[in-house]
């Protein structure tokens, strides 16, 4: 529940990236020792993608809420079929993982958010070309056996993706010879995930270029690794300040992982001052433009940036245009703007955006990011918002109600019991 109308002011700290840990935690599979990972956001993701290794065999013990050890040794299973896996989309992660340390795997095709097809042809392509046979089983299952032979390959992408540079850097680190990856996917958490496995003792080289090179070893010694801060967080919360013209202070932060980000926000008028590991963003001395977007993989602008930014641009004066090129069916959310007065037309790829005035209502969210946008169009609506779905925001926004509440935000969560009792408030 929102009442809109405050502008936000003050200090939030970011937490450890989503896309970084749901790839480093199904990568210590590979490593012949323990490891402990710090830096990990307090998401339910995370808590899904440690349950997965436990049911595996690993043990993992949570020793505070960003930080978990994890001792891989134990694991003797190659097959990963459980119901959980499919709650995830990174639980694929693990065909990656398990193929490098077994050179077979038995994985559940995954859930997540649902805002296009998500093909792992790349992937299968991929792992084809390092010499494993895959089956799918019942539609739902993925299964993968190199046990003939798993070697090194040359890889190229026909388009860049994320997830399957990840899956095949995962795959790679312990096959003989050497991979070469070209058309690789450049963001932030692809060269995280590299760092940690080098850190390792993995040999990686090219990560955030679109040519990585890996050559196998045959042992992975254990490390402690912090991950890197989620550049999409503090992008939500640079927005949400936008919207709401504030001003606040964003810590824990790499700005030069902001920057297509950033650009946007001083393209609309806004006052942007970088720090070290802190951005200042001040949206309280002039009025704000319309622009226009278009979603590009890094490093251009982010498509898990698209839905708060046309949260923040239905608050400004004139048409903006949003062209999405990452994901076909990304504006499912658009109808729920549009219950709170927004003026939004979609045609295709493109939603145009008529900048005017939000009103409360009720609402839910489609996704994750889609869920971030309500929040955004929560607080600068008239009167109270009720988000219902808040699940998907709670998959990668850790203590989300708290950190808006520090900001100034009138902001709760409500549980509503099953047996039709009154409501009770966090």
Same mark, same amino acid.
């Given at each position: 529940?929102i009442?809109?109308?405050?502008?936000l002011?003050g200090?939030?700290?970011?937490?450890g990236?989503?896309?970084?840990?749901?790839?480093?935690?199904?990568?210590?599979v590979l490593?012949?020792e323990?490891?402990?990972?710090?830096?990990?956001p307090?998401i339910?993701d995370?808590?899904?993608i440690?349950?997965?290794?436990r049911?595996?065999g690993?043990?993992?013990?949570?020793v505070?809420?960003n930080?978990?050890?994890i001792?891989?040794?134990?694991?003797?299973?190659?097959?990963?079929?459980?119901?959980s896996?499919r709650k995830?989309?990174?639980?694929y992660?693990?065909l990656g993982?398990?193929?490098?340390?077994f050179?077979k795997?038995?994985?559940?095709?995954?859930?997540g958010?649902?805002?296009g097809?998500?093909p792992?042809d790349?992937h299968?392509?991929?792992?084809?070309l390092m010499?494993a046979?895959?089956?799918?089983?019942?539609?739902a299952i993925?299964?993968?056996?190199a046990?003939?032979?798993?070697?090194?390959?040359?890889?190229?992408?026909?388009t860049?993706?994320v997830g399957s540079?990840?899956?095949?850097?995962?795959?790679a680190?312990k096959?003989e010879?050497? +991979?070469? %990856?070209? =058309?690789a996917?450049?963001?932030?958490?692809?060269?995280?995930?590299a760092?940690f #496995?080098?850190? &390792? @003792?993995a040999?990686?080289?090219?990560?955030?270029?679109d040519?990585?090179?890996?050559r196998g070893v045959?042992?992975l010694?254990?490390?402690?690794?912090?991950?890197?801060?989620d550049?999409?967080?503090?992008g939500?919360?640079?927005?949400?300040?936008?919207?709401?013209?504030?001003r606040?202070?964003?810590?824990n932060?790499?700005p030069?992982?902001?920057?297509?980000?950033?650009?946007?926000l001083?393209e609309?008028g806004?006052e942007?001052?970088e720090?070290d590991?802190?951005?200042?963003?001040?949206?309280?001395?002039r009025?704000?433009?319309r622009?226009?977007?278009?979603?590009m993989p890094?490093?251009?602008f982010p498509?898990?940036c698209?839905?708060q930014?046309?949260a923040l641009?239905?608050t400004?004066k004139? +048409?903006? %245009?949003? =062209?999405?090129?990452?994901?076909d069916n990304?504006y499912?959310?658009?109808?729920? #703007?549009?219950r &709170? @007065?927004?003026n939004?037309?979609?045609?295709?790829?493109?939603?145009?955006i008529?900048g005017g005035?939000l009103?409360?209502?009720p609402v839910k969210?489609?996704?994750l990011?889609?869920g971030?946008?309500m929040?955004?169009?929560?607080?600068?609506?008239?009167g109270?918002t009720?988000i219902?779905n808040?699940?998907?925001i709670e998959?990668?926004?850790?203590d989300?109600?708290t950190k808006?509440q520090?900001l100034?935000a009138d902001?709760?969560?409500?549980?509503?019991?099953d047996d039709?009792?009154a409501?009770t408030?966090?």
């Amino acid at each position: 529940m929102i009442t809109g109308g405050k502008p936000l002011f003050g200090e939030v700290t970011v937490s450890g990236a989503k896309n970084a840990a749901v790839a480093i935690i199904p990568g210590v599979v590979l490593c012949d020792e323990p490891c402990r990972i710090e830096n990990i956001p307090n998401i339910s993701d995370v808590t899904v993608i440690a349950n997965i290794l436990r049911d595996l065999g690993a043990m993992v013990r949570r020793v505070d809420k960003n930080t978990l050890d994890i001792d891989p040794r134990p694991i003797q299973t190659y097959k990963a079929t459980e119901d959980s896996v499919r709650k995830m989309r990174a639980s694929y992660y693990l065909l990656g993982a398990l193929l490098g340390r077994f050179h077979k795997a038995k994985v559940a095709l995954p859930g997540g958010c649902n805002f296009g097809v998500r093909p792992i042809d790349q992937h299968l392509k991929g792992f084809q070309l390092m010499g494993a046979k895959n089956d799918l089983i019942n539609g739902a299952i993925i299964e993968l056996d190199a046990s003939e032979s798993f070697h090194g390959a040359r890889i190229y992408f026909d388009t860049v993706s994320v997830g399957s540079t990840i899956n095949v850097m995962l795959a790679a680190v312990k096959a003989e010879g050497q +991979t070469i %990856i070209e =058309n690789a996917a450049k963001e932030p958490h692809i060269v995280d995930l590299a760092n940690f #496995l080098n850190s &390792m @003792g993995a040999n990686i080289r090219g990560a955030g270029t679109d040519v990585i090179k890996i050559r196998g070893v045959e042992y992975l010694h254990g490390v402690t690794y912090s991950i890197i801060p989620d550049q999409i967080e503090a992008g939500t919360y640079m927005a949400a300040a936008a919207a709401t013209r504030g001003r606040i202070t964003v810590r824990n932060i790499t700005p030069k992982h902001l920057e297509s980000i950033s650009s946007k926000l001083c393209e609309m008028g806004c006052e942007i001052d970088e720090y070290d590991e802190a951005v200042i963003i001040d949206a309280t001395k002039r009025p704000l433009n319309r622009v226009n977007i278009k979603t590009m993989p890094h490093p251009g602008f982010p498509t898990d940036c698209q839905p708060q930014f046309v949260a923040l641009l239905t608050t400004v004066k004139g +048409t903006s %245009i949003v =062209n999405e090129s990452v994901w076909d069916n990304r504006y499912q959310y658009v109808s729920e #703007l549009v219950r &709170m @007065g927004a003026n939004i037309s979609v045609e295709g790829r493109l939603a145009i955006i008529e900048g005017g005035h939000l009103t409360a209502a009720p609402v839910k969210a489609t996704d994750l990011r889609a869920g971030a946008a309500m929040l955004i169009a929560g607080l600068v609506a008239d009167g109270t918002t009720s988000i219902s779905n808040i699940s998907y925001i709670e998959r990668g926004y850790s203590d989300v109600v708290t950190k808006f509440q520090s900001l100034g935000a009138d902001i709760k969560k409500v549980y509503f019991p099953d047996d039709g009792a009154a409501a009770t408030t966090a």
